[in-house]
């Protein structure tokens, strides 16, 4: 999530951006004391430049972005201040435990770039020179516009661009079209006409049974706890170089704070048994029952890609859901692009920079791995406020 800041950021860069600012301006690391006037530039900049602030908001902003057992100053988010001394323009970072083979690096995930006015602007060119490549050991963001891409690639970073993809599998394609349609008309994604919606959807069923994903022969979904979803998922991801490291503690906090979003439903868990028994896959979801599904994570064991993709799509359609949507991943493109109903849009660019050569060498042969909670997929700043 970011402003649009090309103009004035590009102005910054290239007359003023070098020079030494004004005493009392400079970047530094945002403190809780910031929050107030963080909370407002949010509203004004993302919120079509609104001057009240969500009842919640100042709270949710201290609890994700203060809140992470990785938290450190150093690690967090990054304010400017102007002239009066005021913050006039801000990057809100989260921090994340990464593990590059074998060796533990702090990620950060930034989620809104915010300025406020020309001084704002001129902050944000400083406050961008600090995501540069050659400062960061890994930084990332899931939800960038092209501006931001834009400016990304010119910091030595890269563009992803199977995950910044979104796949969407439909089941019930009449109360599939009047979710989508509820950004436009809010009520046609109310219980009532969803109810009506779905004896029609039955009889398209009927005439097109592709609309009803195969599950995989002999394997079976279950509901797990979330520690059991942490045991299971935990050995799947070993397989990537550069991946989440989900310490307890980490995986433990980031679910939790996931779970305050619900707008998007219940925080739910479930695991993929092979007919012998074996786990060999599991995934996390957010439910709202018969609406959408929004599947955070996917991980299976290797070379368990189809069963595993499958088999999630019929638990999820013999649930009731009217659709079901998540994060692209290179490892699973192949399955999941062989499912019938399914399509693909544009999510917003996943960008990230570092000046790792490991990483950048991982990225290129699509052995990194992120997942729906390394992302803001699950936070109230795109949903709420």
Known sequence: MDADLQPNLQSSLATGGEES??????????????????????????????????????????????????????????VYDGAAGNVASAILALPMEFTVHGRPIIAKLLCAFMADGKEGAAGAARLARQMRAARQDLCFSDNSSPVSADHWVA??????????LEWHRTFRPLAAGAIAWSRYVPLSRSPGVLRFLGPF????????????PAAAAGCRTISVSPDEFFRCAGPMMERFPVRPVWSKPEFDWLVSVAALNQRLGSLQYRTVIAEDGRVIGAFLFFGNKGREANVLNLLCAAGHEFDVTGQMLAHLDAEGYAQANGMAQPFLMNAISRQRWLSFKHRGYFCLVTRHAEIKDATLRNEIYFGGLASESWSRLLTDF
Do not use: N, W
Not at 155 to 164: D, E, T, Y
């Open 201 to 212: 959807d039955g009889l398209l069923r009927r005439r097109r049974p592709s609309l009803a």
């Open 21 to 78: 600012p004004p005493r009392g301006c400079g970047v530094r690391p945002m403190t809780k004391r910031d929050i107030p006037i963080i909370a407002q530039l949010f509203s004004r900049t993302f919120r079509s430049h609104r001057s009240e602030v969500a009842p919640d908001l100042e709270g949710y902003l201290e609890t994700v972005f203060f809140g992470s057992p990785h938290y450190r100053p150093e690690h967090g988010s990054i």
């Open 155 to 164: 910091g030595g970073g890269a563009v992803l661009p199977i995950q910044s």
